[in-house]
Nanobody, 127 residues
Framework: VQLVESGGGLVQAGDSLRLTCAVSGRAFGRNTVGWFRRAPGKEREFVAAITWSGDITHYADSMKGRFTISRDNAENSVSLQMNNVRPEDTAVYYC?????????????????????WGQGTQVTVPS
């Protein structure tokens, strides 16, 4: 399985940005996909995740109401719509895919739940 993120860049606080994760290589429709991020000097943290059917999503508290995760199984892609971005959203954003079907926040927010990772895309929001 290969994951390629795109859509990162430099945006001003309060603006919107849409990240896309293109997934190839296996039966994408059965993968849970998550977004994580790593800010400079910090650990990788959970952002959002969506199950293969799209009926279950989870978000980190600081992203609720601002970020929306969605998937298009026909296009083998998962998107992260980021609205009202803040300087603290500055990070490298990674998408990841899991072959196990789990639905709890605890599982989907865990780095160890994911089998495949993309290379990341940089998002910068100047203060």
């Amino acid at each position: 399985v290969q994951l390629v993120e795109s859509g990162g860049g430099l945006v001003q606080a309060g603006d919107s940005l849409r990240l896309t994760c293109a997934v190839s290589g296996r039966a994408f429709g059965r993968n849970t996909v998550g977004w994580f991020r790593r800010a400079p000097g910090k650990e990788r943290e959970f952002v959002a995740a969506i199950t293969w059917s799209g009926d279950i999503t989870h978000y980190a508290d600081s992203m609720k109401g601002r970020f929306t995760i969605s998937r298009d199984n026909a296009e083998n892609s998962v998107s992260l719509q980021m609205n009202n971005v803040r300087p603290e959203d500055t990070a490298v954003y990674y998408c990841a895919a899991s072959e196990s079907y789990k639905t709890s926040y605890y599982d989907l927010a865990s780095v160890g739940n994911y089998d495949y990772w993309g290379q990341g895309t940089q998002v910068t929001v100047p203060s």
